[in-house]
């Protein structure tokens, strides 16, 4: 068994009608199933569709992350994540990320509806993503601008785009600008720039960050 551990808040409605934050912690994936543990209770080992008696529902499962829905709305949580959510009609959009030992913040984003891992990456002006993940969004890249920016490894051409939405845990961002550079140029790793970064309020506190948007 491979297992994970990572933490997470997601909004549930409670009996009353009103919306709170629960505390959903992943202890463990594998073989398509996540163990899960609601706000300290006994530990639920769930197959893909089904949900705790919380109404938090697993929807998939990777190697290293898991996808839950709770009130309608889903998130993609990577191993180290910590996800602040608003509640269901609440108006703050907000994620706290941990960084790992060497101090980068690595998360998983979702581009246009496909789940990719990223690094945050203040340093970077757009948000960077490979060919293969571009293809995988649906994104036609072949047929945008071409430009030359300067990279780690010295100048490279890259496709200048659009991306329709970027969402972060609960952040969603529209009309995003970004670029699509070849696998050997960027890694594994899409790099979340600052025309994602901008359009948020970033505090670090220790080893975590929180991103909340602003518009």
Same mark, same amino acid.
């Given at each position: 068994?491979?297992?994970?551990? %990572?933490?997470a808040f997601?909004? /549930? ?6 919306? &709170?934050?629960?505390?959903? @912690? +992943?202890?463990?994936? %594998? ?14 080992? /769930? ?33 180290? @994540?910590?996800?602040?959510?608003a509640p269901?009609?609440?108006?703050? @959009? ?23 891992? %990223?690094? +945050? ?31 780690a490894n ?12 970027? &969402? /972060?845990?609960?952040?969603? /961002?529209?009309? +995003? ?10 890694? @594994? ?6 025309? %994602? ?5 970033? &505090? ?9 948007? &602003?518009?």
């Amino acid at each position: 068994m491979t297992a994970v551990a %990572f933490v997470a808040f997601v909004a /549930l409605a409670a009996g009353t009608g009103l919306a &709170r934050a629960a505390d959903v @912690q +992943v202890i463990g994936v %594998f073989g398509g199933k996540a163990t899960l543990v609601v706000d300290g209770g006994r530990p639920r080992t /769930l197959s893909i569709g089904e949900s705790t008696p919380d109404r938090i529902r697993l929807i998939s499962v990777g190697s290293d992350s898991a996808v839950i829905e709770a009130d309608g709305k889903r998130q993609s949580i990577a191993m180290g @994540q910590r996800i602040s959510a608003a509640p269901a009609g609440g108006s703050s @959009q907000r994620i706290t990320l941990t960084a790992d030992a060497k101090g980068h913040f690595f998360t998983t984003v979702i581009v246009n509806g496909a789940s990719m891992p %990223f690094l +945050v990456d203040t340093g970077a002006t757009l948000v960077a993503i490979s060919s293969s993940h571009a293809k995988s969004a649906g994104i036609p890249y072949t047929n945008a601008e071409r430009a030359r920016v300067q990279t780690a490894n010295g100048i490279t051409s890259v496709y200048k785009v659009k991306l329709d939405t970027v &969402r /972060l845990g609960d952040i969603t /961002l529209n009309n +995003v600008d970004g670029i699509v550079m070849e696998d050997n140029q960027l890694g @594994q790793h899409g790099l979340l720039g600052m025309s %994602f970064l901008n359009r948020t309020e970033m &505090r670090r506190d220790g080893d975590s960050m929180t991103l909340t948007r &602003r518009y």
